[in-house]
């Protein structure tokens, strides 16, 4: 039974990546035309489940399976149903087919809390520069300066959202109630952790905090072929000695990774001397100490760089989000869950941001990690194991009956 719903889970994921903005690859953002598919599809499947399905004002697909109690508590299980450019078929999905799916596994059974599935409309930033507005939106988070940010079009997330025939005005509706049991999340991994110890599933300790820059180098510009190396005061040097200096030091430090992803050189000829160079910085750790430590760090050596070389160098802070723990008790019935099915229990951080770090902060919060074969993911050739989707499964059914014993004995 689960390796079957396992394929018709897989299936699924693979049928919504071809609902997309660009022919030939998977491109899906913020309520863009092919989410209406994508929400036809699902909401279908959800109602053939037993579930009431609608989408609220911030674009999410929600659908909610009754409980034997009019009054219980509502347990949310869900993730995000739009992509970043060229995507594969399974980085968020994955956790949405797998809720619906557990759903109807349990054929119309009931349990004493309602169950929640929830498709966020948005987790990535792609469109609007600013990721999470669906589990924004459910945590009562999604404020005006959101709603005002545009896209490259010049269009808002207000006017996406009515262009897309809701009423941005009711956002505040989106909001969960107050009677949360918690948050469940299915993922991929995105990594190479578990692949690389053969372990089908992860349990999620935290969900890493990161903090994102800008660090800008400032020199003089003149031109390549006249000005002597002992008189340059070249911008990009200083940055590239400081880029091996951010490598060494996240090398050096258990747990923490550090990234400069994007460098910018101005006047940026190739043969002018680069009088300023602008460098993103990225640097994610479980402990917020010893990631600002670690930011910490980096800005004194990008000082002594500067004042060595006759540089300037300053620094604009874009994030800094604070790591989220999971909550325990979530986690340890998740545990008990994969120990029913035969699972080892591994343990893990996340060092991505998902949407359970939006709800953490509104009920408690559980993710179960799925393998990534080779750590691939954000492309075209992610992928899991029907295997894996199977064990997954039969660990959420574990879960849901464990919560279910437990608010019995309450």
Known sequence: MLAAKAREVMACCRLLAGFSEESGRTTRTFLSAPMRDVHAHLGSWMERCGLSVHVD??????????????????????????????AGAFDGVLGVVMAVALVDLLERRSLPFLIEVVGFSEEEGVRFGVPFIGSRALAGTLDVDLLNRVDTRGRSVEDAIRDYGLDPSCVVNARAGNHALGYLEFHIEQGPVLDDIAAPLGVVRAIVGQSRLTATFAGSANHAGTTPMHARRDAVAGAAEWITAVEALARSTPGLVATVGRILARPGSTNVIAGVCDTSLDVRHASDEARRIAVATLHH????????????????????????????????????????????????????????????????????????PGGISHHPDETVLEDDVAAALGTGLAFLDDLARSLSHA
């Open 57 to 86: 004002n911030a674009g999410n697909l929600r659908g909610v399976y009754p409980a034997s109690a009019s009054d219980g508590p509502r347990l949310f299980i869900g993730s995000h149903l739009d992509t970043v450019i060229d």
């Open 301 to 372: 050596t990008a000082q002594q760089i500067a004042s060595r070389r006759q540089l300037r160098v300053e620094f604009e802070t874009h994030l800094d989000q604070p790591a989220v723990v999971m909550s325990p008790t979530l986690v340890s019935t998740l545990e008990r869950a994969l120990t029913t099915q035969g699972v080892p229990i591994h343990r893990i951080d996340s060092g991505a941001g998902h949407d359970a770090m939006i709800m953490a902060a509104c009920m408690p919060a559980a993710m179960l990690f799925l393998r990534s």
